[in-house]
């Protein structure tokens, strides 16, 4: 019986990777993984993940698309104007009295 490898192309750093099928191959990929993440400096890690982060759409956007993200921006937008439309009239009662 054959073992086949997969090829994948990681985007992040440009490069074609193996992955294995056997167990020893997976457990040496994962520790080069966890030696590499250990060796590098904390504030590397924390600036890359928010580098990542910054570079993610919104959640909403991501979940639902962009239609759900458009009503809740009309709906913001109405919102602002309803509250300005009474504050504009409150003082013009007050003059008339």
């Known amino acids: 019986?054959?073992?086949?490898?997969?090829?994948?192309?990681?985007?992040s750093?440009?490069?074609?990777?193996?992955?294995a099928?056997?167990?020893?191959e997976l457990?040496?990929?994962m520790t080069?993984?966890?030696v590499q993440y250990i060796?590098?400096?904390r504030s590397e890690r924390k600036l890359k993940r928010a580098m990542a982060k910054a570079g993610r759409e919104h959640w909403l956007t991501r979940w639902f698309?962009?239609?759900?993200?458009?009503?809740?921006?009309w709906k913001r937008?109405?919102?602002?104007?309803?509250?300005?439309?009474?504050?504009?009239?409150?003082?013009q009662a007050a003059e008339s009295e």
């Open 27 to 29: 457990i040496q990929y």
């Open 13 to 19: 750093n440009d490069e074609v990777r193996m992955m």
């Open 65 to 73: 698309g962009v239609g759900a993200m458009s009503l809740l921006l």
């Open 32 to 34: 080069v993984q966890l």
């Open 77 to 91: 937008n109405v919102e602002e104007h309803h509250i300005t439309d009474k504050k504009r009239l409150v003082p």
């Open 1 to 11: 019986m054959k073992t086949y490898k997969t090829l994948y192309f990681n985007k």
């Open 39 to 41: 060796e590098t400096p």
């Open 21 to 24: 099928k056997g167990g020893s």
